[in-house]
């Protein structure tokens, strides 16, 4: 409070000397049995003084100033032009955005127009994130912080883990990430660099959802159809067990993330368009309607889509094709990666 009040104090001194001469004189005026003359005399004996004091450290501050290092940045450049042969391409069109039987944020449902795009095939792996790494020298922002987000299974709670990054997911303690899986503990900042630099972008969350509709409105729940379970086999990397998550039953056999790909395509060639990891979105979270214009939404808040092998609330619900997730844009977890669009 006291650095406060002084900063207030310098400011107010800075810019309204006159007011403050003013103010000195109507003291003066309250006094009259003293000198008047003497008490303003040395009134403006100080602030004359306080005046060179104060252009002396402006002066100070200026050199002290030019001798501050360079902030280090690193640019991303676009390294080539996109390659779209891993790509699915979408002919854009008119579908409904929502479910009226979903999540209170995932209604009310509203018809959008999608542009055509393309959508990588699969999540973004572990070994291409090496290379974005190895080329660009980049650092992720759990890099930057020292930590990232881990849930322990036996103490049932979320930590931010020392050391766990897109290498060590677990941290260092545990091995290290798997070539074939998608990449985790990546931050929004981390996804946006890596679409960068591939020459691609992140998909907005409504092209998200346009793709696991295959690109039509249908009654599917899911992007690969109705059924999480179909002839006894999971279609997805998902949560099993009961509501508790620290009681995992892994009867999809894969209790963190599993291979890019090692369960069926939806219709459209899509791989994990639900469970294995979340999938940062481009956009700012807002409530439905979406509204381009509208700044309803906090602009360090993204969407995330598509749900994840870790345990959720909405348990089977947070792997259908409209259920909204969120979260800030520095946040890196060990159940999220991402996708890219074009």
């Not at 209790?255 to 990891?277: A, I, R």
């Not at 602009?299 to 259920?323: H, L, V, W």
Request: aromatic residues 14%; proline residues 4%; charged residues 25%.
């Amino acid at each position: 409070m006291i650095v406060r009040k002084l900063y207030f104090g310098i400011y107010l001194f800075e810019n309204k000397l006159p007011y403050m001469i003013q103010i000195s004189l109507s003291f003066i005026n309250l006094l009259p049995n003293l000198n008047r003359f003497h008490i303003f005399m040395k009134l403006r004996i100080i602030i004359f003084l306080l005046s060179i004091l104060l252009v002396s450290c402006k002066k100070d501050k200026k050199v002290k100033a030019q001798k501050k290092a360079p902030m280090e940045v690193v640019e991303i450049k676009k390294s080539k032009e996109a390659d779209t042969s891993n790509m699915i391409y979408f002919e854009g069109g008119i579908i409904n955005i929502g479910s009226e039987q979903g999540e209170l944020n995932e209604g009310p449902v509203f018809e959008m127009k999608i542009e055509s795009f393309y959508l990588d095939k699969n999540l973004v792996t572990v070994a291409e994130f090496r290379i974005f790494i190895v080329e660009t020298s980049h650092k992720t922002e759990a890099d930057k912080f020292g930590d990232s987000g881990v849930f322990s299974f036996d103490s049932g709670t979320w930590t931010l883990l020392p050391g766990a990054n897109w290498e060590y997911p677990l941290g260092k303690s545990k091995g290290k990430a798997i070539d074939n899986h998608p990449v985790t503990q990546v931050s929004w900042n981390d996804a946006m660099a890596y679409a960068k630099w591939v020459g691609k972008r992140l998909p907005a969350e409504f092209e998200w959802e346009y793709a696991a509709k295959n690109g039509k409105n249908n009654n599917d729940k899911y992007a690969w159809g109705k059924e999480l379970i179909i002839d006894g086999k999971y279609k997805a990397n998902v949560w099993q067990g009961e509501n508790d998550p620290t009681k995992p039953k892994v009867e999809d056999g894969y209790l963190l993330t599993s291979p890019v790909g090692v369960f069926s395509e939806t219709e459209s060639g899509l791989n994990d368009m639900g469970g294995n990891v979340w999938q940062w979105c481009s956009n700012v979270f807002q409530p439905y309607p979406f509204d381009a214009q509208s700044k309803a939404g906090q602009p360090n808040i993204k969407s995330t889509r598509g749900g994840s092998f870790m345990y959720d609330q909405a348990y089977e619900n947070s792997f259908t094709t409209t259920f909204r997730g969120k979260n800030t844009s520095d946040t890196s977890l060990f159940n999220t990666g991402f996708r890219c669009a074009k």
